[in-house]
């Protein structure tokens, strides 16, 4: 089995910067790509910010979030600069893993809360 382990989370106020974490660990043969996504209170899942050889971004977060990956880890991280309260969501893992019986399957974390407020 693949777990996705998500860490970082919490309340900053507006301007200020969290750094978010995600290990995947278990049955792994190689990790196709790793993001994260999000969803705001009232709002569907939206894509955030994805790794997959290149990187892609929301255009709400592109020049503030930062996308990366430790390969040997097999740990994504996504720094935030300049949050903003409609920025407060809870924020998930998400990861395109070939497992050792060669299933390409989807997996998720369990979510982590960051919430932008003063």
């Known amino acids: 089995q693949v777990r996705l382990v998500e860490s970082g989370g919490g309340l900053v106020q507006p301007g200020g910067s969290l750094r978010l974490s995600c290990a995947a660990s278990?049955?792994?043969?190689?990790?196709?790509?790793m993001g994260w996504y999000r969803q705001a209170p009232g709002k569907e899942r939206e894509l955030v910010a994805s790794?997959?050889?290149?990187?892609h971004y929301a255009d709400s977060v592109k020049g503030r979030f930062t996308i990366s990956r430790d390969n040997a880890k097999n740990t994504v991280y996504l720094q935030m600069n300049s949050l903003k309260p409609e920025d407060t969501a809870v924020y998930y893992c998400n990861a395109d893993i070939t497992t050792i019986l060669g299933a390409d399957l989807e997996f998720w974390g369990q979510g982590t809360l960051v919430t932008v407020s003063s």
């Open positions: 790794s997959d050889g290149s990187t």
């Open positions: 278990g049955s792994i043969r190689s990790i196709n790509s």
